[in-house]
Every structure is written in structure tokens, then in C-alpha cells.
């Protein structure tokens, strides 16, 4: 809901500039219009916009649908002074590019830019000075800002070259772990009845065929089983658990490390659906953490919120397209 | 070369029986002809037969037409007595049974079946009694029978769920130990600059371009450049390779258990790309299934010599069809 109601008084004042961010994901995409005060005046959410590598364009079309509701909900004309798009897949060249023109093309904003989800939800962490952003969702990915202002990121490579501690990877695990207890070659697991049962698949023969179709979301549905099996005290399942969490800290300390000297304990901050509240891997990474040691910064992150940040940074650059984070890699 | 040269006598004897036995594999299809005293009376040598899962009885044409040379070289008129082929993706049903039935189509022998390549080769190193048979080329199984005639398959989950220790899962622990090592979350390795530069890559992102769209021998064709770094004291190639070589034995010493007990020490024999002659894998997997302990069956295997042994163990079954291989599950 919106946290200043939209008033006459927006449309009347030709002298009020507006600004809108959006926050693209798997899920779904949000947007929101702030004013110049940074104030949010409208949002409006909508269907997953999951980049087709295809025609990256495609998607621009919800994305200008949202914006469009949002500006009109706020009482904002188009084209407002700033958009920011964070979105799913778009931290990658060409990706990137195709987007902006598209977002451009549709006449929303002066000035827009395009970049990564992941972007948006580390200015909403962190809109200056120093912090980490971690995020492990089906992917995993951390981004970081030194005190000196240079930004790093590590993981982020995809689903072939890493992913390290996502939901993906814990699935995969899993399903080797599956493998290896069939054979005799590691330790006999409850995930093989689990997962069989949960896949509706009559024996291991027909996991070779399933894997061979599935997809990213697929295997990382399955961590919810994990965790249950995990909990129910069977030791692959625990191991493979054990090991997503060594992976996402060290995620966290490389970048603790390259991003030295800190002028206080570095602050953390935590993303994705499999760190979100109540997710039973966030208790262990919130300790996990605070040993390096790092703080945990609690607050609920808002994408969009991060990408108005972003719109609003937009208007004091004069080439009206802010370099893109360094080192993005994957579109996954 | 043929072993014994053709005469006219097996043509002329109509009494003689022949048998054909094929291995077919992603390198090359071989094709020998015995007679009912088991002498090679003939060869024949072809492109590779690779299973096209869409399309399993397109490979079928080939096959027919080797062993129609083979044949033909030895003096044989078809229909042979049996024929029994054994092709890399074929151990896995239906393809098994479109694969068999495309063959006895073909009319090349009175009792024809098919199977996987893994299991031709097992025949050739153990035609009775117990033994192990490690693969490791692309992908990596093992298969052993106990002295109770006991047979088990261990691996063979495929490039996905599986192939731990194989050139496929070597070429991609190097790329994932290359992404660590450019974050900073693992050891920097010279694995990073070699790989770019055989892949004729400009920078890390298009590792990722590149591993898109790779087949699984594009990944193994990697290992030659992951022993040669290795070599030169690389840390993390070092590693990678050690955990292969860990994993191969894993294999082995599972199924030493698992058929169990053993009249004498079990004797272990080595095929695959990864584990020929002259290969550096080779060596350490010799040492390291001695002290298992293991004996080392030090012959140079023919794939379509053990398919002949089955061929001619068929006309003693009465349906013409023994049961394949238990447990076999990968395509790949």
C-alpha cells in the first residue's frame, strides 16, 4: 500500500519531478513512483518480467504497463524525470542495452537505465557508504561497497559454473547425494524415497529423465524437502545443508576481505527467497555471519525502493547512464 | 587386423557358425566376426555411433552395414548365428528394445540383441567368473560380478546426477574451481588464463557464453590442459584432479564391498579415454586400487570381442534375449 496517499497536489505542480523504479524478478515485478523528495507516491505490482534471452525486449511491454499504472495511480505525467529498471537477467551486455532502448522507446522516463534485480535490492540495503549484500534465492549472488566507494561483486556465474549454496546448487546436491546412497558410494539417504515420492517418479531411472528436462526453478523447488528430511536427522541431507551455508559465508568474507579496510564491523544484509524470514536457512547464516565478524542488517528489502534511488541518482548524471555495477557475469 | 585370415573353408562349411559382435561407442564402431570356437575369422572398422534419443534406430544403418563388411570378409553368410551389439547409450530401455528390433529387422542374424557399450567391454576383460570393470572417459561407471555371479552397476548417473571422476566432471570442478579463484573464494589458478586462452575466450563472461551451449566431450576435451597445469604445480588443477582420482576409486572399493566375499584378491581392469595407456590418470589409479586391495588386470580391452562372447552365449538361451546389465540407468 502506498505510504503517502497520491493528492491533487502532485498533478497540479508542474514543479514536482517523479521518479520510478522498478523491481523485475522471477516472481514478480514491482514498481514504485517517489517524488523528488524520495517520497513514494504510488506502486504497483504485477506478473514475473523474466528476461527471454531471445527477444530481451519482450519484456519491457509489463514493465511499461506497471509503470504507466503506477505514474497514474501517483498523478504523475509521463514522461516522469527518472527510471530505473532492475531486472532479472538484465546485468549482462547486450541484455542490458536492449532493454534501455526498449524502456526508452516507450516514452516513460527523460532519463532511464536498466541494470540488475540484484542492483536495485543492494541501493535499498545500502544507498551509500559501506556494506554486503547477499542473496540466495534459486541463484546466489553477493554484491559489496567498501568504505573508499569501490564496489564487488562475487558469485552470480549461473547455474553451470556456480551458484554456490542456492537452492539450485542444494538440489543438485541433494540429487548427487541421492546418487551416491543408491550406488553404496555414499551414505544411504532418505532423500532417495523423498524425493521419488515428491517428483511422483517410479524408481531411480526415471530422476535421470526428469533432470535431463528440468529446469533452474525445478530443482530448487525441491529445498523445502531437503530441509525436512534434513530436519527428520538424515546425515546427506544435513551435509549437503551444512555445505550451502560454508558456501554463502564464504561469499560474505571474500568480500569482507577485498573490500578491507572497514571503519566498523561490516554490515550484512540478506535476500532471496531462501533467506527471507522464517526461512529455516536464515537463522544459520544470520550466526554464521556475526562470527566473521559482521552485523546483520534486519530491515525488509525493498527492490523497487532501491531502483527509485537509483532514478533519482539518474537526473545528476549528465550523460544520463551511470556505469553499470562491475563485473556482472551471469544472466542467470 | 584380423587375428586369423578368412579362408574359403568357412564358406564353403555349412556347417560352421558365426557370430558378430559390435562395440559401438562416440569414438569409433568396431565390428569383429567370430566363429563357433570363438577365432576372430574377420573386422570391420566405423565412424562413431552415437544414439540419437529421438531417433534410436537411425544409428542401426551403420552398424549394418559394418557388419555386413565384417561378414563378408569372413565368408559368412547372413543370418550369422547371433550377433549382439553394445552401443554407448543403448543400456537404457526403450532404446534398448527399438535398437534390438531395428537390428533383427536388418536380417544380420537368426538371434540378435543389443545392450550397453560398458557391457561388451565387461565380457572381453571377465568372460566368467568375478571381476571389476572401471570406465572413465567422458562419463564414468563401474561394473563388477561377485563370485556368486552376482552383477552390479555403480555411477553411470550421467553427466547430471553423476560421472564423478570423468572427464566431463573433471573439465567442469577445473571451471568451478576457475570462478572461485577469479572471486577471490578460492585459490587463484592458473587454470584461469589457460582456459580462457585454449577456449579463445576474451574474459570470464564469455566462460559463460561458452558453457551455455558446450557438449559434455567439449568439457572433457579440457582434462589434457587440467593435467598439463597440474603438472606445472597448479594448486587448485592439483586438487581437481586428486578429487577425480578419489572418486574413480570410490567406485571401485564400493563395488569391492558390495559383492563381497571374494575367493582371492579381486581383480580390477580399466577402460575409458581417461584410463589408456600412456594416459596420466592411468598410473595413479593402478597405485591406488592396489592398495586397495586390488590386482590390476593389465590387458588392452576389445569391446567387440566381449559383444562376440555374448553373441555366442545367446543360442544357448532359449527366448534369444538374456536379461541386460541390472541397474543400468544413464543414456549417456
Given at each position: 500500500m502506498n505510504q503517502t496517499a497520491p493528492t491533487h497536489l502532485h498533478h497540479l505542480d508542474p514543479n514536482v519531478s517523479y521518479f520510478l523504479g522498478v523491481d523485475g524478478g522471477g516472481t514478480r515485478t514491482r514498481v514504485v513512483l517517489v517524488d523528488q523528495a524520495g517520497t513514494e507516491c504510488a506502486r504497483a505490482d504485477g506478473p514475473p518480467t523474466l528476461i527471454d534471452p531471445a527477444d530481451p525486449a519482450a519484456t519491457v511491454g509489463v514493465i511499461a504497463d506497471l509503470c504507466r499504472e503506477a505514474a497514474s495511480k501517483g498523478g504523475a505525467d509521463l514522461p516522469v524525470a527518472g527510471l530505473w529498471a532492475g531486472i532479472a537477467?538484465?546485468?549482462?551486455?547486450p541484455t542490458r542495452s536492449v532493454v534501455e532502448t526498449a524502456l526508452r522507446e516507450a516514452g516513460l522516463s527523460s532519463l532511464t537505465s536498466a541494470g540488475a534485480d540484484a542492483e536495485a535490492t543492494f541501493y535499498d540495503a545500502f544507498p551509500s557508504g559501506p556494506g554486503i549484500l547477499l542473496i540466495a534465492g534459486t541463484g546466489s549472488i553477493a554484491l559489496g561497497r567498501g568504505a573508499d566507494g569501490s564496489r564487488l561483486r562475487v558469485g552470480?556465474?549461473?547455474l553451470h559454473l556456480g551458484d554456490e549454496g542456492s537452492g539450485y546448487r542444494i538440489g543438485m546436491s541433494a540429487l548427487h547425494a541421492f546418487a551416491r546412497g543408491e550406488d553404496g558410494r555414499g551414505v544411504s539417504t532418505e532423500l532417495r524415497d523423498s524425493v521419488l515420492k515428491v517428483l511422483g517418479l517410479a524408481g531411480p531411472g526415471d530422476l535421470i529423465k526428469w533432470i535431463a528436462s528440468a529446469q533452474k526453478a525445478d530443482v530448487a523447488s525441491l529445498v523445502p524437502l531437503i530441509f525436512e528430511v534434513a530436519e527428520a536427522g538424515d546425515r546427506a541431507a544435513l551435509t549437503v545443508i551444512e555445505e550451502a551455508v560454508d558456501e554463502l559465508v564464504g561469499h560474505v568474507r571474500t568480500l569482507v576481505r577485498r573490500l578491507e579496510p572497514w571503519p566498523a564491523t561490516p554490515e550484512v544484509a540478506l535476500a532471496g527467497g531462501l533467506l527471507k524470514e522464517n526461512r529455516p536457512l536464515r537463522v544459520r547464516m544470520i550466526r554464521a555471519i556475526e562470527v566473521l565478524p559482521c552485523r546483520h542488517q534486519a530491515r525488509v528489502l525493498d527492490g523497487a525502493r532501491g531502483a527509485c534511488s537509483l532514478a533519482m541518482g539518474l537526473?545528476?548524471?549528465?550523460?544520463g547512464s551511470p556505469a553499470p555495477w562491475p563485473e556482472f557475469l551471469s544472466g542467470n
Amino acid at each position: 500500500m502506498n505510504q503517502t496517499a497520491p493528492t491533487h497536489l502532485h498533478h497540479l505542480d508542474p514543479n514536482v519531478s517523479y521518479f520510478l523504479g522498478v523491481d523485475g524478478g522471477g516472481t514478480r515485478t514491482r514498481v514504485v513512483l517517489v517524488d523528488q523528495a524520495g517520497t513514494e507516491c504510488a506502486r504497483a505490482d504485477g506478473p514475473p518480467t523474466l528476461i527471454d534471452p531471445a527477444d530481451p525486449a519482450a519484456t519491457v511491454g509489463v514493465i511499461a504497463d506497471l509503470c504507466r499504472e503506477a505514474a497514474s495511480k501517483g498523478g504523475a505525467d509521463l514522461p516522469v524525470a527518472g527510471l530505473w529498471a532492475g531486472i532479472a537477467g538484465a546485468g549482462t551486455e547486450p541484455t542490458r542495452s536492449v532493454v534501455e532502448t526498449a524502456l526508452r522507446e516507450a516514452g516513460l522516463s527523460s532519463l532511464t537505465s536498466a541494470g540488475a534485480d540484484a542492483e536495485a535490492t543492494f541501493y535499498d540495503a545500502f544507498p551509500s557508504g559501506p556494506g554486503i549484500l547477499l542473496i540466495a534465492g534459486t541463484g546466489s549472488i553477493a554484491l559489496g561497497r567498501g568504505a573508499d566507494g569501490s564496489r564487488l561483486r562475487v558469485g552470480g556465474w549461473g547455474l553451470h559454473l556456480g551458484d554456490e549454496g542456492s537452492g539450485y546448487r542444494i538440489g543438485m546436491s541433494a540429487l548427487h547425494a541421492f546418487a551416491r546412497g543408491e550406488d553404496g558410494r555414499g551414505v544411504s539417504t532418505e532423500l532417495r524415497d523423498s524425493v521419488l515420492k515428491v517428483l511422483g517418479l517410479a524408481g531411480p531411472g526415471d530422476l535421470i529423465k526428469w533432470i535431463a528436462s528440468a529446469q533452474k526453478a525445478d530443482v530448487a523447488s525441491l529445498v523445502p524437502l531437503i530441509f525436512e528430511v534434513a530436519e527428520a536427522g538424515d546425515r546427506a541431507a544435513l551435509t549437503v545443508i551444512e555445505e550451502a551455508v560454508d558456501e554463502l559465508v564464504g561469499h560474505v568474507r571474500t568480500l569482507v576481505r577485498r573490500l578491507e579496510p572497514w571503519p566498523a564491523t561490516p554490515e550484512v544484509a540478506l535476500a532471496g527467497g531462501l533467506l527471507k524470514e522464517n526461512r529455516p536457512l536464515r537463522v544459520r547464516m544470520i550466526r554464521a555471519i556475526e562470527v566473521l565478524p559482521c552485523r546483520h542488517q534486519a530491515r525488509v528489502l525493498d527492490g523497487a525502493r532501491g531502483a527509485c534511488s537509483l532514478a533519482m541518482g539518474l537526473a545528476d548524471l549528465t550523460d544520463g547512464s551511470p556505469a553499470p555495477w562491475p563485473e556482472f557475469l551471469s544472466g542467470n
